[in-house]
């Protein structure tokens, strides 16, 4: 749960509830909350809504809603027409776009800092004044459709992730697309975007971000001014959706016209909003083992699967620390010519093995660290990114300190705790993997790569 906050307000002076790190908090009374962070390094302002909705909050039937709800969000309000948002945004030179992702749903501007009040002002009408006109669904369904079609049903590697994660995941919501499933999207109804519009829509659901060339106190004013008004609605409570155990290897086959065999194998881990205080530490052990393993060119799976050994293509590994449920640490990889999926497999297992019975020496683990502050201090750079930290952490129900926090968190990972999670986590019983099969681009009939052996 957000923590709650009080506005203290002098006869002259607004003081922002928590003022550090030049960041601002301010609640409204209609629940609305408002982060303002100072960065004068040029006259820009980065304006981002985030509500708490995305496909884990979605049901069968219904997946996918967020993300066309995103898109009819563009489509007209009470006092817009067809698009006119964003050729307002556009006629005062700014960029702006939206995405949807499995926790959230945000929508952002970036603007000349002049131009702020623009934002507001037709954020706070379109989060209460959407119109769903059933024609215009009609054709933005079209949309999504050919959306699905381009980004998975064409492409092998989404079509993988796609049965992966319906594969891996039982009864967590991650278990849906983001898009939603085909049938599901040729059948959404205007009422049923009215009501998930309604439910979710409000400012008592919604996180305001402000990065830029501004000051606080006007940005709050310029909040109460437009937000304000807006009424709070009884938004739905989520029951808890904690995944089930897994008690044993899950495997899946994928046929799709593609050139090359491709694989992912993913392990059942905890993230940050999920371990309890002592484990805290275990997300930030694993961040510092994703980066053992894929790090750049000098890492592991480079080093030796690629250049080494020549057992690969390619191969990577992906963890995600911040989420609402609980998620994997993936493996994904494409055999060299002359290897197969089940070579590489064994080979990625002799990885992870060596993780979890060598400690990762001293200066190996420095130089992942030293990795990671970079990489941060670069993603500060970027008024945009800085905006996307602070809504995310928020939106999922952690608090923004946390980014200032991970760089040193990440520092305290010892090699003891990397060997840990390794140990802990990474066991067959909760482990899935899935295997793209090429089929030729014209026929159904399976073909296999150049000396891959599938074990069939």
């Known amino acids: 749960m957000l923590t709650k906050f009080k506005r203290i307000i002098g006869l002259l002076l607004v003081v922002p509830v928590i003022a550090t790190a030049n960041v601002s908090e301010y609640q409204l009374d209609n629940g609305l909350k408002l982060i303002v962070k100072e960065d004068h390094r040029a006259p ?3 304006s981002q809504v985030w509500y708490k909705v995305g496909s884990s909050y979605e049901h069968n039937g219904i997946t996918g809603i967020s993300h066309v709800l995103e898109h009819m969000m563009f489509k007209g309000t009470e006092n817009l027409g067809p698009n006119e948002f964003s050729q307002i945004i556009a006629a005062n030179g700014g960029r702006e776009n939206a995405f949807t992702g499995r926790d959230y749903t945000a929508y ?9 009040e623009v934002s507001f002002r037709l954020e706070a009408e379109r989060m209460r004044k959407l119109v769903i006109d059933e024609a215009e669904l009609l054709k933005e369904r079209e949309v999504v459709a050919e959306e699905r079609r381009m ?3 064409d492409n092998p590697h989404a079509l993988v992730r796609e049965a992966f994660n319906a594969t891996a995941f039982v009864n967590s919501p991650y278990h849906h697309p983001v898009i939603g499933w085909m049938s599901d999207i040729n059948h959404y109804e205007a009422t049923d975007l009215r009501q998930w519009y309604q439910k979710w829509y409000a400012p008592n659901n919604a996180t305001v971000v402000i990065v830029g060339d501004v000051e606080p106190e006007a940005v709050y004013n310029l909040a109460k001014k437009y937000f304000g008004p807006l009424k709070p609605e009884t938004t739905a409570q989520l ?3 904690t995944e089930v155990e897994q008690r044993g290897k899950r495997t899946i086959e994928v046929q799709a016209p593609a050139e090359l065999p491709y694989m992912m194998m993913g392990w059942k881990v905890p993230v940050v ?9 275990e997300p930030y052990a694993l961040e510092m083992l994703a980066g053992i393993l894929d790090g750049g060119q000098s890492a592991r799976f480079s080093r030796e699967l690629v250049r080494g050994d020549e057992v690969a293509a390619s191969v990577g590994a992906g963890y995600g620390l911040f989420s609402r449920l609980a998620d994997m640490f993936l493996v994904v990889g494409t055999p060299a010519k002359g290897n197969s999926i089940a070579e590489l497999q064994l080979a ?3 990885q992870i093995e060596k993780l979890q019975t060598e ?9 992942i660290k030293a990795q990671v502050v970079a990489n941060a201090v670069y993603e500060r750079d970027s008024v945009f990114y800085q905006a996307m930290q602070i809504g995310m952490l928020e939106t999922i129900g952690l608090d923004w300190k946390l980014t200032d926090q991970y760089v040193a968190n990440v520092q ?3 090699a003891e705790q990397v060997q840990a999670v390794a140990k802990k986590y990474f066991k067959d019983k909760g482990l899935t993997v899935a295997e793209l099969i090429p089929m030729p681009l014209d026929s159904k009939r399976p073909v296999a790569s150049a000396g891959a052996r599938h074990g069939r």
């Not at 952002?108 to 702020?116: S, Y």
């Not at 909003?273 to 805290?280: A, F, L, M």
């Not at 400690?359 to 130089?367: M, Y």
Request: avoid cysteine; proline fraction near 2%; charge should be negative.
């Open 151 to 153: 980004r998975t049903e």
């Open 44 to 46: 820009v302002v980065v």
């Open 348 to 350: 990625v297992m002799g």
């Open 359 to 367: 400690l990762v020496s001293e200066e190996e683990l420095h130089r």
């Open 273 to 281: 909003n999920t371990v309890d205080k002592e484990q805290s530490w």
């Open 108 to 116: 952002f501007q970036t603007l000349e800092k002049d131009r702020l």
């Open 239 to 241: 029951k808890p959706q």
């Open 412 to 414: 305290a990972v010892t």
